[in-house]
């Protein structure tokens, strides 16, 4: 199967600073990968590389195109929605209207029905501006708003931070419908080891810049030094 999305031998960094050291890996479609690893460990580095927010030395390809580098709104073009830390949600707008929003970026028609089926909460709560909305109903907003693109693959950044164990379960449930009924593919970045490894198919361990293991779900899982580093057993 050809990947969905290869990033092959990544440098970035901010200005004379770099971050990502020689990262490798790649999503197939409809597969979920987790990115875990340490808080400053390059994980949103990674995702903002692969989404045109960094010039990123290396290659990014998404589908058969080379992406490397290339402005934002070409990588939503070839499919790709990045839901980024701290959600990024236009607080002064209602929940409609950042729906719609998110629809006019890919210049499709908005598909409001979509995440109201998958957020019922967003349906009571479209008239509210975004900024009064609980966290976690903000992250639906966020996670509504980048299926609006009718992606192909969905750059999630801690979707559970600051989240409620039980809202963080909810959200995950979603994300495998999501996953289950659409295929899109997803590259998750989690602090909560833990949950995302029941539902990914493979996992990357990212240490100061760099993959220090790699493998399926099951593996990374069993593997000791991350049970004792980040699953607590
Ligand atoms: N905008 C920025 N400017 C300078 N350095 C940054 C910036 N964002 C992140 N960094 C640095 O890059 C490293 C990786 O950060 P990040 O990718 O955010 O880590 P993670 O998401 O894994 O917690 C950290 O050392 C962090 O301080
Ligand atoms: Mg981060």
């Known amino acids: 199967m050809n990947a969905l999305l290869e990033v092959e031998g990544l440098h970035a960094g901010y200005g004379p600073v770099n971050v990502l050291d ?10 979920t990968v987790a990115l875990l690893g340490a808080n400053g460990a390059g994980k ?9 927010m960094l010039k990123p030395r290396g290659r990014v390809r998404i589908g058969d195109h080379d992406a490397t580098g290339r402005a934002t709104e070409k990588i939503v073009r070839l499919g790709v929605a990045h839901v980024p830390e701290g959600r990024g949600t236009f607080a002064p707008l209602t929940v409609e209207e950042n729906l719609r929003l998110g629809a006019y970026t890919s210049g499709g028609k908005p598909d409001l029905e979509r995440a109201f089926t998958l957020f019922p909460r967003l349906e009571e709560r479209r008239h509210q501006r975004a900024g009064t909305l609980s966290g976690g109903e903000q ?8 299926l609006m693109l009718r992606p192909r693959l969905m750059l ?7 989240l409620a164990p039980n809202l963080t379960r909810e959200l995950f449930k979603v994300l495998r419908r999501i996953k289950e009924d659409e295929g899109t ?5 989690e602090q909560n080891a833990n949950l995302v490894l029941e539902f990914a198919d493979a996992a990357h361990v990212l240490e100061t810049g760099r993959v220090v293991l790699s493998g399926t779900a099951d593996e990374v899982s069993a593997d000791e030094s991350m049970r004792k580093a980040y699953l607590g057993y």
Request: proline share 3%; charged share 20%.
């Open 156 to 162: 999630l950044d801690e979707p559970s931070l600051g």
């Open 44 to 52: 949103t580095t990674t995702l903002r590389a692969i989404s045109g």
């Open 139 to 146: 992250q639906m907003l966020a996670i509504g708003r980048a």
């Open 22 to 31: 020689d990262v490798s890996f790649s999503v197939g479609e409809g597969e």
């Open 185 to 189: 593919a997803m590259l998750v970045v």
